[in-house]
């Protein structure tokens, strides 16, 4: 199957059409059903826009991403289409609206071929958290592909789509392309409009690509990226051209040392990284090693601000006004009772808990204020390294993916994200490189973070790191 927009773009050019590259998907999403990727596959609106695709390219009016086949993770909203969050709580409804992300793509010709699995309102490390069963990771079935955007990864990875949306609060995107061999892109906080975008976490979410290409992670933010009128957090900066490669310049890398000293770390990961670190270094760039002092903060900081803001978030789906209503509620107050205790699942509850606690009066102060101190700490710090320094780099995850039902314990599972909340904490971007292979046979992720809004160089060293050799 076709894995980049290059490959596409040489089916099309030898005489393909877009309804064979479309239906060539179909028949691989079909085959692989097992992995529990799709949740709802629009095999007529995707094969009505590859007929209307087609006939744009006859008449050379297609745009930038004719013949492009783009899966979105189930908490994107699509007109007409079903969209649930993989929750029990939005059982039938349909989205009247189109996100701003993927209504971009829409617009330059790219086919939206299906929704995809993920954690239940974007919430795990695992994607076993769905309410409609965990997504199992194609390389190998018995293990996770990470989370929350684990069916974005897989159907990447697999090739069920040519690329495929994610959303990521604390490594959602980052994590699972590590455990899937794809690159993940979280770009700058507010550079891709979050409109469309059921919430999780408002301050910290972000839209952003799965891809098997550098360049196509690079195109689709391009396309996505700009000014929104429905989302007033969406940045009015303009996005250089990412697809384009500047070289010459004698970069300054730094290196978080507590990264490499941190507890649980695989060794073969600390090995890669330094690895990556030599190449950077054979090209002729200074990389040096930094303290970030709060790598132990990062964690219960971004639960303590995260779980307030999912707890006033999602209390907006309360059995009355749509989605699922529990059939034996009597009443207003049984109703929101039974319906959000039947219909969201037990990780989703533990931090609407968690973080209404955390607002709560007389432990406001204690929780909710000092994180967001913590935070303004953690964000200045970075700032701080990255005025001297082009990027960062560190792992993307501790391991490479873990056995399906292996993490019982919250906290472990959280600990999980330990090397990609900061990028949330702080709003940088964040780029996770498929360059590191175990001895298990599994991949993971290199992570590369850049200042604010500098998504440009991240790709210039993201491409010196994969031998600059990109997709055209």
Known sequence: MHKTFAEVKSALASGSAVVDIVKGYLNAIQQTSDLNAFLEVFETSALAQAESVDQKIAAGTAGRL?????????????????????????????????????????????????????????????????????????????????????GSAVAVSAGLCTAALGSDTG???????????????????????????????????????????????ALLLEIMAGIDEF????????????????????????VLKESLTADGVDEEVKSSLNKQISKLKAAGHLVEEVSFPYLEYMVPTYYVLTTAEAS?????????HYG????????????????RSFGFGPEVQRRIMAGTFVLSHGFYDAYYTKGQKVRRVLRDKTDEILNQYNAIILPTTPSTAFALDSVNDPIQMYLQDIFTVHANLTGNPALSLPLGEHSNGLPFGIQLMGNHFAEKELFDIASILVNNTLDS
Request: glycine share 10%; hydrophobic share 30%.
């Open 312 to 320: 006033s978030n999602l209390s907006r789906f309360d059995g009355v």
């Open 231 to 254: 989302d007033s957090t969406a940045s009015s900066r303009p996005i250089e051209t990412c697809t384009e490669r500047s070289s010459g310049k004698t970069l300054k890398i730094a």
């Open 66 to 150: 004719a013949g492009m086949v783009i899966g979105i993770k189930d908490n994107l909203c699509y007109k007409n289409h079903k969209v649930s969050a993989a929750s029990k709580i939005l059982e039938g409804f349909e989205s009247l609206y189109t996100a701003t992300a993927v209504q971009r793509l829409i617009d330059e010709d790219a086919v939206i071929i299906g929704r995809l699995n993920c954690d239940e309102f974007a919430m795990g490390s695992s994607n076993e958290n769905s309410a409609f069963g965990p997504v199992k990771n194609n390389l190998n079935k018995s293990l996770v592909p990470g989370g929350s955007s684990g």
């Open 324 to 339: 699922y209503r529990h059939p034996e509620a009597k009443g207003v107050e049984d109703t929101y009772k039974k319906s």
């Open 171 to 217: 490594g959602s995107i980052r994590q699972p392309a590590s455990f899937t061999g794809t690159y993940g892109l979280k770009p700058t906080y507010g550079r891709i409009s979050r409109y469309g975008l059921i919430a999780y976490a408002s301050s910290f979410d972000q839209i952003g690509p799965f891809t098997n290409s550098l360049n196509d992670s």
